[in-house]
């Protein structure tokens, strides 16, 4: 519950460049997600080539901060051969979150940036990297150690009133 509580959305980072083993281990937890008819509809590219962050960072107004990263994970969803598409956004958003709350557990910082279903980013991201046909960019994930310690803390958003019971 404490990585849960204590994750934020980092956005700005230190200088130290995030170890490979730190990065499987995000990625194994990315895919440790529950996904419909378990079609596990991911795939990922970790971009640590700074040209090609600079470019993923002016995806939108919203993702300048990420060029500073240690790398940007580009999720992408597959389009082809799934049993359940439909559901496939909610496959991805759970593989994201566990992706960030392992992030947290090794001490670093993301911030997750939204692509799909806005057409114009996932376009330009498509694009930038000559993404195929078969899988869409869905999402941006800034990785980095923070700048700051302390930046995943807690910020308390339990609302009672959200909540009903049917007894
Ligand atoms: C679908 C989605 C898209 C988001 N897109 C962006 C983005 O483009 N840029 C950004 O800085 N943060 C983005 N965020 C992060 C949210 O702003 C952040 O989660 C929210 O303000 C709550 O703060 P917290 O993550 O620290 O709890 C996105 C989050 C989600 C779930």
Do not use: C
Not at 44 to 67: A, C, G, M, R
Not at 146 to 159: L, Q, T, V
Request: glycine letters at 4%; hydrophobic letters at 40%; aromatic letters at 8%.
């Amino acid at each position: 519950m404490d990585t849960i509580n204590n994750r934020r959305s980092v956005r700005k980072y230190s200088t130290k460049i995030v170890e490979e083993e730190k990065l499987f281990a995000i990625l194994k937890a990315a895919m440790q997600a529950p996904s419909a008819v378990n079609q596990q509809p991911w795939e990922f590219i970790v971009v640590e080539n700074e040209d090609k962050k600079n470019i993923l960072s002016q995806t939108s107004t919203h993702t300048k901060f990420s060029q500073k990263a240690s790398a940007i994970i580009v999720v992408l969803m597959k389009n082809v051969d799934l049993k359940a598409g439909e559901f496939a956004p909610q496959d991805l958003g759970a593989s994201i979150q566990n992706l960030m709350l392992e992030a947290v557990n090794l001490g670093l910082g993301t911030t997750w940036m939204g692509v799909y279903p806005n057409q114009e980013r996932v376009d330009y991201v498509r694009k930038a990297l000559n993404i195929e046909e078969r899988v869409s960019p869905f999402a941006l994930i800034a990785v980095g150690y923070p700048e700051i310690d302390g930046s995943n803390r807690f910020i308390d958003r339990f609302d009672e009133k959200r909540i009903k019971f049917i007894k």
